[in-house]
């Protein structure tokens, strides 16, 4: 009997699979005039936080309301306020002064937020009188609003006339919630939380959904060694990598529980937030959740070596001295030692010379699925916003080239992902019965649980 499975994409021994630039998605925020207009803020930053490059486009109302330099403060560029304004953008058409041809085009998806009654009523009857509702004349992007008003307006039937006409035209309305409005009434009309406006989004660009059922615990940040009641040793870790793919993990569906060291960072929103010094709290943390894991990604820079003796008093200066340093337990072997069928565990390594090298012989030392080497180099890596690394599996090797973080952890978490592929696997059985166990088998072994239903159904 011969059964197989699709073939996994797996490289020759030692062979590169070059990576090219995963330039981030592209999103329009049009703020109208109501109340609502600084929760548009927060949907900027959420919209950010998933690597979205993000433009604003205010309508004269929305100004009165918020100033356009806040917006201008979180996106690093200019604000579109007026129709009339001289085009300063990157397209053709924005430099000829046709900017919201030149926006409209260059969009992705336009999310306008709040939507007022006004500029609902606009889109539906086609009037271009300011630049976002041009604008949204003009795009043939996905177009999402959230109206936020007074429930009065929102009852009334031109208003709900309105919204009828744009999702037959296949606008998006993300229902406001019932609650008090600023008005001072009770009722529906409140906008979406900017998180819920975020995920609608994503969604409507399509963004992977690919780690739901995972497991994520991503280790992060440097640890701390005491040397005395004040002083310790560490490292230079930031903990942006891992924050980041801790971020992209759940963003891609995945439950996160994200062991951090001390990091000056906020955790993302939804993610189990563990927070230890030492790299024996780091230890103890790790192996207590990954129990839970399906996938333990080790992004934390652990302390190698601590003090001997750690002194109670605080260390006086008194001639040179002499510390001794006892090494540190291997947090990620006991991982692999303790890991269970179709767990997978990813290592990191900070190497400043002979990368792949070291890095691949790390990996086979380990026993760990894939290995991140960083490399370490002025202005990337650690501590920097941008980082570089070659991701090791024992026999593949694939070159993520310098980018942001963020970007980076997606691209991390596409080539594990790729390792949860059933691999080509031919077997020849005698009979049925053993064709049946030897498949469960199989399965055990490669797939996770979350998976392994999809696959046999
Ligand atoms: C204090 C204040 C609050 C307002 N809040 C809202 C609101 O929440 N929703 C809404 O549809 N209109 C609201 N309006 C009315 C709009 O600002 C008005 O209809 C305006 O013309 C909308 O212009 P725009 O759609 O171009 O932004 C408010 C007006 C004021 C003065």
Known sequence: MVYQTEASELSPLGSTRENGYNRAMRVTVGVSGGIAAYKAAELVRALQRQALEVHV?????????????????LIGRKVITSLWEEGQGETADDQNGI?????????????????????????????????????????????????????????????????ELLRQRGVRVIEPGTGSLACGIVGVGRMAEPEAIADAVLNSLGRRHDMAGEVVLVTAGGTREALDPVRYLGNRS???????LAEAAQSRGAKVILISGPAALH???????????????????????????????KAAAVADYKPVMVSEQKLKRTGPLMLELAPTEDILAEVV??????????????????????????????????????????????????????????????????????????RILDEILTLRRPRLLVVELDDEDSRKKRQDEVLTETVQPARRQLIVE
């Open 238 to 244: 930031s903990g942006k990598m891992g924050y980041a």
């Open 99 to 163: 900017e919201h041809i030149g926006e409209a085009q260059w969009t992705e998806a336009l999310v306008v937020a709040p939507a007022t009654a006004n500029i609902l009523a606009k889109f539906a009857h086609g009037i271009a009188d300011d630049f976002l509702s041009t604008m949204y004349l003009a795009t043939t992007a996905p177009v999402l609003v959230a109206p936020a008003m007074n429930v009065n307006m929102w009852n009334h039937p031109a208003m709900q006339a309105n919204l």
């Open 267 to 297: 955790p993302p929103s939804h993610c189990e937030v563990v927070r230890v010094t030492t790299a024996q709290e780091m230890r103890d943390a790790v192996l207590e959740r990954m129990t839970e894991a399906t996938l333990v990604v």
């Open 337 to 410: 030692k303790r890991r269970r069928p179709g767990q997978l565990i990813i290592g990191f390594a900070a190497e400043t010379e002979n990368r792949v090298e070291n890095g691949r012989a790390k990996l086979l030392r380990k026993g760990a699925d894939a290995i991140v080497v960083n490399q370490v180099s002025a202005g990337v890596g650690i501590e920097a916003d941008t980082n570089a690394a070659t991701f090791l599996t024992p026999t593949t090797s694939s070159e993520l080239h310098e980018m942001p973080k963020r970007e980076l952890a997606d």
């Open 57 to 73: 486009v205010m309508t004269e109302s929305a100004c009165k309301f918020v100033q356009p330099l806040t917006f201008a403060a």
